[in-house]
C-alpha cells in the first residue's frame, strides 16, 4: 500500500521560508516523477513543481525562482524549499506520485503567509 505523508508546514511572516518533506512507503520514488501541488480555499488545485527520476525540475512560473523541488532517493524522500514567501502562498499542499493507474496523494500540509 502507497503512502505519502507530508510535514514542514506552518505559519510564516511574508518573505520568510520554510522547506516541506515527503516521506512515501509502498513504492520507491526513485523510479517515478514526483509532483508537489497546491490548493486555496476556493481553488482548484494546481501543479507547483515537478522532479524527474532523473533530477530534471519544473516549476509553475508563480514560484520559479523561489521555490526548489528536490530529491533524496536513499531516503525516499521529496522536498520543498520555499524562499520569499508570499500571502498568495498560503494554501495545502500535497505530494503526489503517479503508478499506473493511479495517482497517489498524501494528506496535505497547510502552508500560511501571513503578517
Known amino acids: 500500500q502507497v503512502q505519502l505523508v507530508e510535514s514542514g508546514g506552518g505559519l510564516v511572516q511574508p518573505g520568510g521560508s520554510l522547506r516541506l518533506s515527503c516521506v512515501g512507503s509502498?513504492?520507491?520514488?526513485?523510479?517515478?516523477?514526483m509532483s508537489w501541488y497546491r490548493q486555496a480555499p476556493e481553488n482548484q488545485r494546481e501543479l507547483v513543481a515537478t522532479?524527474?527520476?532523473?533530477?530534471?525540475?519544473n516549476y509553475a512560473d508563480s514560484v520559479k525562482d523561489r521555490f526548489t523541488i528536490s530529491r533524496d532517493n536513499a531516503k525516499n524522500t521529496v522536498y520543498l524549499r520555499m524562499d520569499s514567501l508570499k500571502p498568495e502562498d498560503t494554501a495545502v499542499y500535497y505530494c503526489?506520485?503517479?503508478?499506473?493507474?493511479?495517482?497517489?496523494w498524501g494528506q496535505g500540509t497547510q502552508v500560511t503567509v501571513s503578517s
Open positions: 509502498g513504492i520507491i520514488f526513485g523510479n517515478h516523477l
Open positions: 503526489n506520485v503517479y503508478r499506473w493507474p493511479t495517482a497517489y
Open positions: 522532479i524527474t527520476s532523473s533530477g530534471t525540475t
